[in-house]
């Protein structure tokens, strides 16, 4: 694909990875469109060039066909990862097969998808299982698709390290559910760079591509990792898997966003790492950063200075 005079639907544009994807997109010169259930929330994007946001509600089919008419592609990073079974069918499953039918009525094929490691029919949780029925949906519409397969994202404005250093500035110790979880942590940018690397390149249509870092860490690694960063280090322990299921409990009765769920606990008794099965980011020409090398700069900074970039 030509650079200029391209234009782009970015669903999910105002979250943690599309606003990374919009900066790309816009530097390459694309037109970008950016729905958004408030236009406050697209507050970090609104600045670049060639850039549009819209308030619309992306759940409703005949508004998602008026947003897609027109476009050259659609990159679709709308997802949860916590809620009720019907809250992943909504996002995970639905949303998908709408997008699908609105390409179709529209002429739009060009499709980048972002799901994530470890999705299966058969996956131990709601997550896994919705996600896959989501790539399924788009892949079974015929489009010019492309997937793209993240391990847990990290960056400076995320919600995973900063959280974890957060918590240990304030507690004395952190008793921590599925400490041996499998990860391997990638940069918000390489994700950001492999979606608009897939755009541009025609030869990804057909092709899932796992997103994963050089670190292969267990969930207590990453967790010491954020303390030590951030110099709030405490002792980390895993706890048995009843207990852990209760703490999510617990947590999940609590107001706003759990911190973990029960369904966050199921999806870590499958390995988020990269299987070899489909190519990796060197495939897009990506060479994986290493959260060992990248954290240390913003964690070392405190979680308070995270929170405050988060707020700008």
């Known amino acids: 694909m030509d650079k200029p005079n391209r234009s782009a639907l ?31 929330q697209a507050r970090h994007i609104q600045h670049l060039p060639g850039l549009t946001t819209l308030e619309a509600d992306v759940h409703d089919a005949a508004t998602l066909e008026q947003l897609v008419r027109g476009h050259d592609a659609v990159i679709q990073l709308i997802a949860i990862l916590h809620g009720s079974e019907p809250a992943f069918e909504k996002v995970h499953v639905a949303l998908p097969g709408k997008l699908a039918q609105a390409c179709q009525a529209t002429g739009v094929r060009r499709v980048i998808h972002v799901s994530a490691l470890g999705v299966s029919p058969e996956g131990p949780a709601l997550y896994q299982k919705t996600k896959a029925r989501g790539e399924s949906a788009l892949a079974e519409a015929g489009l010019d698709l492309t997937v793209l397969r993240p391990s847990v994202i990290f960056g400076a404005e995320d919600s995973f390290l900063n959280l974890f250093a957060a918590m240990q500035k304030w507690l004395p110790f ?6 041996q979880a499998r990860f391997q942590p990638v940069w918000v940018e390489d994700v950001a760079s492999a979606a608009v690397a897939a755009l541009q390149q025609p030869s990804t249509i057909g092709k899932v591509y796992e997103c994963a870092g050089p670190d292969d ?4 690694e990453i967790v010491r990792f954020a303390g030590a960063a951030s110099g709030h280090r405490r002792p980390v322990f895993g706890i048995p898997a009843f207990a852990g299921r209760m703490q999510a409990w617990v947590m999940e009765q ?11 606990l199921d999806a870590m008794k499958r390995p988020n790492v990269a299987t070899g099965e489909h190519p990796g980011l060197l495939a897009l020409g990506i060479v994986p950063a290493s959260i060992r090398a990248l954290a240390t700069s913003y964690l070392g900074s405190g979680p308070d200075k995270a929170q405050q970039r988060r707020q700008r």
């Open 10 to 40: 970015v669903m999910g544009g105002t979250g943690f990875v599309g606003r990374h994807v919009c900066e790309k997109l816009c530097r390459e010169g694309w037109h970008v469109t950016v729905p958004t259930r408030r236009v406050a």
């Open 217 to 220: 860490m267990s969930l207590a």
């Open 254 to 264: 609590l107001p706003g966003t759990p911190l973990m769920s029960r369904d966050n």
């Open 174 to 179: 952190v008793p921590l559910a599925s400490a």
